[in-house]
């Protein structure tokens, strides 16, 4: 049994090593390459054999190449493929024959088809397209329990004529709806689409089709394509129930996942706890549906936490909104009555320093400029003044000064200063 299989592979090599040296053997083309569009956005590729083609023990297959709208080149035995892509920019690829063995490679000449690029005046198609799926519980029980929304928005053409009407139509799989539901732009052409429910299916790995078409009397409208990734469009809910308790200093929050078609495993949080107070904020990412966190006890807490579904499960998308917030510990008086009691001091500082301030500018303003002097009466007079100084105006101040002459007043002129 060994034997014979060794037997056998010693022909194989034998005959490979016969064949590919031979520049008699020749490939030869494949025929009747034609490219179909069997779906939106998608085309199939076939071929047949070269009737003509030579004969011997060897494996023929087929090397295809994309060149538009995308470059794409890959290798098959089949004689036929298919290819899920835009068309609006026509489409064009080849096919070739080849043969491959371990130390080289023969391949025969290429068959070449095309796509048109479809109909219509530039300027026309729509632009912009965005889309987002959501997820939404089923109400009609007896099917699967979650069902999914699909958004779309677009702008139109800036060449479109006035009385242009866009159609939109989704593919998801072999499934293909046209929109019934639009909004419409002042001039009441369609410029958004909303299907309440899909076929799509949220934890597939299949594009999301997305092609819009229009009419006009006045012009051919360009059609539009463009094909979605799942993960990347779609709008994860944020965490339900979210609850939080404090024990002393001591914060458990809790939340359950969001409404979705995934499984509780497949989900990051990131959990949003911010001090009221002081404005401190703290974020924390994690898989779990539950955090504790140590908190200071006399301050308010707004918690909140969104959710994204996460690598395990398929690409990295969006983060869902956050979650509405909810408040835990208290905002009481106390601070409030010590930050008031700062105030004041400061207030009353700030007061002070301002008056002495003004004292000191005086009175190097009188020193710089002193007052004409005018003589002085008699006793009580200068008794007036003096009493006046005491209240405060220091112009007078200087004024007892200059003209207190008698030694009867020397104290009253100490206690001036
Ligand atoms: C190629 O197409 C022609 C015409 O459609 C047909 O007669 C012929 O049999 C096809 N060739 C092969 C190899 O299928
Ligand atoms: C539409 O898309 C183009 C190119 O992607 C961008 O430059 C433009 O700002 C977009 N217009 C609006 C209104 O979003
Ligand atoms: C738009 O595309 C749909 C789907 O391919 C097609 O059924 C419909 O006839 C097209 N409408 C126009 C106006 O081209």
Redesign the pocket.
């Known amino acids: 049994m060994v034997l014979e299989l060794l037997i056998l592979l010693g022909a194989a090599v034998t005959l490979q090593a016969d064949l590919l040296p031979d520049k008699k053997f020749v490939l030869l083309p494949p025929v009747n390459f034609t490219i179909k569009v069997t779906d ?1 956005a998608q085309v199939f590729l076939r071929w047949e054999p070269n009737p003509d083609q030579e004969q011997r023990e060897v494996n023929l297959e087929y090397r295809v190449k994309i060149n538009a709208p995308e470059e794409d080149d890959y290798e098959t035995r089949s004689t036929q493929s298919k290819c899920v892509t835009i068309l609006h920019k026509g489409f064009s690829a080849k096919v070739q024959t080849i043969v491959r063995s371990e130390h080289s490679l023969l391949t025969s000449s290429w068959a070449s088809a095309e796509l048109q690029v479809p109909p219509g005046s530039p300027g026309t198609s729509i632009v912009n397209l965005s889309c987002t799926t959501n997820t939404v519980p089923n109400n009609h029980a007896n099917l699967q329990p979650y069902q999914v929304s699909l958004q779309c928005t677009w702008l139109v053409g800036k060449d479109a004529p006035e009385d242009t009407q866009y ?1 939109l ?1 989704y593919r998801y799989g072999s499934r ?1 709806e ?1 929109c019934q539901v639009y909004s419409k732009d002042a001039l009441k052409r369609n410029v958004a689409c909303w299907f309440p429910r899909t076929f799509i299916n949220s934890k597939g790995h299949e594009w999301l089709v997305v ?1 819009v ?3 006009s009397k006045r012009a051919m ?1 360009k ?1 539009f394509d463009q094909l979605f990734a799942l993960h990347a469009i779609d709008r994860v809910n944020p965490p339900m129930n979210l609850t939080a308790e404090t024990e002393g200093n001591r914060l458990s929050i809790q939340w359950e996942k969001p409404v979705s078609a995934f499984p509780i495993h497949c989900f990051d949080y990131e959990v949003k706890i911010n001090n009221t107070r002081k404005s401190y904020l703290q974020t924390e990412k994690m898989t779990t549906n539950a955090f504790v966190s140590i908190i200071d006890d006399i301050s308010k807490y707004s918690i909140q936490v969104r959710a994204a579904v996460s690598s395990v499960c398929r690409e990295a998308g969006l983060w869902s909104e956050w979650s509405q917030p909810i408040y835990v510990g208290n905002d009481e008086q106390k601070p409030l009555k010590e930050w008031f009691l700062i105030m004041l001091l400061a207030t009353i500082c700030f007061i002070l320093l301002i008056f002495s301030l003004i004292c000191k500018i005086c009175h190097l303003w009188t020193k710089l400029f002193p007052p004409i002097p005018a003589p002085k009466s008699n006793i009580k007079d200068l008794f007036v003044t003096t009493n006046y100084e005491k209240t405060g105006s220091s112009e007078t101040e200087i004024e007892v000064i200059s003209y207190v002459e008698e030694p009867e007043f020397e104290i009253l002129e100490d206690s001036v200063f």
Do not use: D
């Open positions: 939106l159609f139509y293909t046209e092609h078409n229009g009419s409208i059609p």
